[in-house]
């Protein structure tokens, strides 16, 4: 049987190295810089040894020299990867044909780069053909690719393993749309929306908590904490430090928080992987998490260890590579499609924007899923990855845009190549699918009323506003109700009060404002007593929904325009004003109310129920992070073979009840349970 593999193995790599050569020959005499023979001419035997030789020393160049090329690239920005590898691949095409023992073949360095992609792309489809027909061979190549040769010569658990794959910013509707329109036929598939085969997945909605980010909803999902998490980004007085969850150094103290508060390690504690995560979820194997980003690398510190497993095949870096740079292009002609044609909403698209967007779309989906599938083959037992792209399109172009969904098509392909590599691994699987959050469409509130919500606050606190925002109808609106909370005429000086000035960040619709030179949690007493017209400004805006402070009297106060306040005790008796926000949308309220770092006056903008259309306080025509819509309605797709998510038969509120279903499931596939870590100093690292 070993020499049978062993056969076979060298079958492949004869038949590889075979097209190859003559791949090299069809480029030859195709190309005009590159040639393979002498300049007074050889014969085609030759030439044919020529090219074998060429090809043979490239092949063994890339096996040899590309993976060390590649932990040098583990230094390198992503966003730069593209343009070295095509550069690093054509540099070993020059080499080979340098140390190529017939003497001949030049080519110019810049058709090298080309001549380099194409043979390592088909040298690759070769391969890959070739092993696909065979199982043992397939699982071999997966293990390769994705650096899991030492965990495969280890036994693994006969019992089911839970993988769970979250499509970042997919709603429930925006998944149900795109199943129905054909555009997702492997999920279409798992759901049986043809109605012929049975189905084999449940689809369930869930509701985030107000922060309905990624920030909160993966420390909840993963961590099983959201405590004290009140907006992707906000500002810590006691720290002096704005928190903001895409940052490494945030969240890795987001995650000792997390850890601290529950005493436990997290959901992927035991045998578990994580990928592409902003969190780590307690997991031993870890590829592109954020929150160990900031560590020297060692062990325990395996972050850009993704990137390695991936690109140390060259035909994976190439293919990648071209990919992105196609992405690229296609984002630069949509753009520029939707401005000559007057879309609206539109953002700007330009500057470093392509370049995000193709490697978020891009490498950073095929880096994560080689990484899940190796884990897969290695038969771990809970892997959690999070693909980004459709998120990072959908706040550019729109949730229900054109752009969007073709991504979610790529997405869906993505899932069936995970899907495919189970049925090679040791053990079973179930391939749980699920999102963080929603998103909800809408005219930025900048583009909407001309002003930014920085520049409301400054006009409401008698600070100067921009000129250009001045100059706008909304600036004047703005100016105009100051002076009327004020009491003041037409034209009469507001003056500036207070030693500070206050700090506003934005999460999507959510807005927070704090003052830094107070030590606490201002009250409204104390705000208005400072800016008497903040608070009715901010209020009475039609481009606000309402506002939360703390009150003296009432504890918390929720406002709103023509001078309602509602304290936070009676909101389920009065809910006209959280009304349209859907449900829990007053427990959420009164959840962030208690959180430490609660800013001094929350903001959630304003929200049409009838569109699901809300404003964002970033340069978002898609977005979330407040109350709203669709991005406060997620969903969670998960195999027949596990318990109903809603056990009790109550609405799945908030992320730390999904990271209880998802412990919960892993119970019943005899997995092990989340240890409880008795070392305080090992829980905080």
């Known amino acids: 049987m070993g020499w049978r593999r062993v056969a076979g193995q060298i079958g492949r790599s004869v038949t590889v190295w075979a097209v190859s050569t003559l791949t090299m020959l069809v480029l030859a005499g195709l190309l005009p810089d590159f040639r393979l023979q002498a300049p007074d001419g050889d014969s085609a035997t030759r030439i044919a040894v020529t090219a074998a030789c060429g090809a043979g020393a490239f092949g063994l160049l890339s096996a040899l020299v590309w993976p060390v090329l590649v932990r040098m690239l583990l230094l390198v920005p992503a966003l730069f ?27 110019a ?68 749309a795109a199943v129905r329109d054909g555009l997702m036929p492997t999920v279409a598939r798992w759901l049986a929306t043809d109605g012929i085969i049975p189905p084999t997945h449940r689809l369930t909605d869930w509701r985030t908590d107000w922060s309905s980010q990624t920030g909160a909803s993966q420390l909840g999902i993963l961590h099983g904490s959201t405590f004290d998490v009140p907006a992707f980004r906000w500002y810590e007085k006691d720290r002096g430090e704005v928190m903001v969850c895409n940052r490494p150094t945030s969240a890795a103290e987001l995650q000792r928080r997390a850890m601290a508060r529950t005493g436990e390690a997290g959901l992927l504690a035991v045998d578990g992987a994580s990928r592409g995560n902003l969190f780590s979820g307690g997991a031993g194997e870890q590829a592109l998490v954020l929150s160990i980003a900031t560590r020297r690398r060692g062990r325990e510190n395996r972050s850009r260890a993704g990137y390695f497993a991936y690109f140390s095949d060259p035909a994976n870096a190439v293919r990648t590579a071209l990919s992105f740079f196609a992405e690229i292009g296609r984002e630069i002609g949509q753009s520029t499609r939707a401005r000559f044609a007057g879309q609206h909403p539109r953002v700007g698209r330009g500057g470093l924007y392509p370049f995000v967007r193709a490697f978020a779309t891009v490498v950073e989906r095929d880096v994560v899923v080689a990484a899940v599938m190796g884990d897969l083959l290695a038969g771990r037992t809970a892997v959690y990855a999070d693909l980004v792209a459709y998120d990072e399109v959908a706040h550019h172009s729109g949730p229900d845009s054109r752009d969007a969904r073709q991504v979610l098509k790529r997405l869906d392909r993505s899932l069936a190549l995970i899907e495919k590599a189970a049925e090679h691994a040791p053990r079973p699987y179930r391939l749980v699918v699920l999102s963080d959050h929603g998103q909800s469409p809408g005219e930025t509130f900048r583009s909407r009323y001309g002003l930014t919500l920085t520049d409301l606050v400054r006009a409401g606190s008698g600070l100067p506003v921009p000129r250009g925002a001045g100059r706008t109808p909304s600036g004047a609106e703005a100016r105009a109700a100051v002076r009327a909370a004020l009491g003041r005429a037409d034209g009469a000086p507001v003056a500036e009060e207070g030693g500070s000035e206050p700090v506003v960040l934005a999460s999507g619709n959510l807005g927070l404002i704090s003052f830094p030179d107070v030590p606490h949690r201002m009250t409204k007493e104390e705000i208005d007593a400072r800016h008497p017209a903040l608070l009715p400004t901010l209020a009475n805006h039609p481009g606000i929904g309402f506002l939360l402070v703390r009150s003296a009297e009432h504890d918390g106060v929720v406002l709103g325009p023509c001078g309602t306040e509602i304290p936070l005790a009676e909101l389920d008796d009065r809910p006209g004003l959280l009304a349209r926000f859907g449900p829990g949308a007053a427990d959420a309220v009164r959840r962030t109310h208690a959180f430490p770092h609660t800013a001094d006056i929350m903001v959630n903008s304003w929200h049409d129920p009838d569109t699901g259309r809300i404003h964002a306080f970033e340069e978002q025509i898609g977005s979330h992070g407040g109350l709203g819509g669709a991005q406060s309605r997620p969903f969670l797709l998960s195999p027949l073979t596990l318990s109903v998510a809603e056990e009790d038969g109550e609405a799945l509120c908030g992320a730390e009840r999904v990271h209880g279903v998802l412990r919960r499931w892993l119970g019943e596939l005899n997995g092990p349970e989340v240890p409880l870590d008795a070392d305080p100093e090992r829980r905080a690292a």
């Open 109 to 176: 360095p810049e058709t090298a780069v080309i001549v380099a992609a194409v043979m390592s792309a088909v040298a690759s489809a070769t391969g890959g053909a070739l092993a696909v027909r065979d199982d043992d061979a397939y699982r071999r190549r997966l293990l390769r690719l994705a650096d899991r040769r030492r965990r495969a010569t280890l036994p693994c658990a006969s019992t089911p393993g839970l993988v769970c794959v979250q499509l970042d910013g997919v709603g429930h509707d925006v998944l149900t």
């Open 81 to 107: 990867l593209g343009l070295l590898v095509f550069f690093l691949n054509g540099s070993l095409l020059l080499l080979a044909l340098r140390v190529n023992p017939s003497g001949r073949g030049e080519v």
